[in-house]
């Protein structure tokens, strides 16, 4: 049965950093892109950064460059986002998502989703 599991979420100061973690079971993620979406109360869920399998492309909504970086490690089933400088704004319950291409749109994303890790910024 496939499953994604987020984890590493949690409560950090304005400036500070995070690790997500996306890993997968049930299934293998090499041969799949992975999305990281965000999604905040009252909001859209929109996407974040996407990587695709072989890492050779990678993408990141203009709120993020700069200070999140997308990486993946297939021999550990695992994508990872570094997440540096947050902001308040950063806020949201994180996911990741599978599919076959890297995109930022949530309907690319047909292979599964995780349950979601929540990330919140405030002193």
């Known amino acids: 049965q496939l499953q994604l599991v987020e984890s590493g979420g949690g409560l950090v100061q304005p400036g500070g950093s995070l690790r997500l973690s996306c890993t997968a079971s049930?299934?293998?993620?090499?041969?799949?892109?992975i999305g990281w979406f965000r999604q905040a109360p009252g909001k859209e869920r929109e996407g974040v950064s996407c990587?695709?399998?072989?890492?050779?492309?990678?993408n990141y909504a203009d709120s993020v460059k700069g200070r999140f970086t997308i990486s993946r490690d297939n021999a550990k089933n695992t994508v990872y986002l570094q997440m540096n400088s947050l902001k308040p704004e950063d806020t949201a319950i994180y996911y990741c998502a599978v599919g076959l291409i890297c995109s930022m749109v949530v309907t690319h994303y047909q292979v599964g989703w995780g349950q979601g890790t929540q990330v919140t910024v405030s002193s």
């Open positions: 049930g299934f293998t993620l090499d041969k799949y892109a």
């Open positions: 990587i695709t399998s072989t890492s050779s492309s990678t």
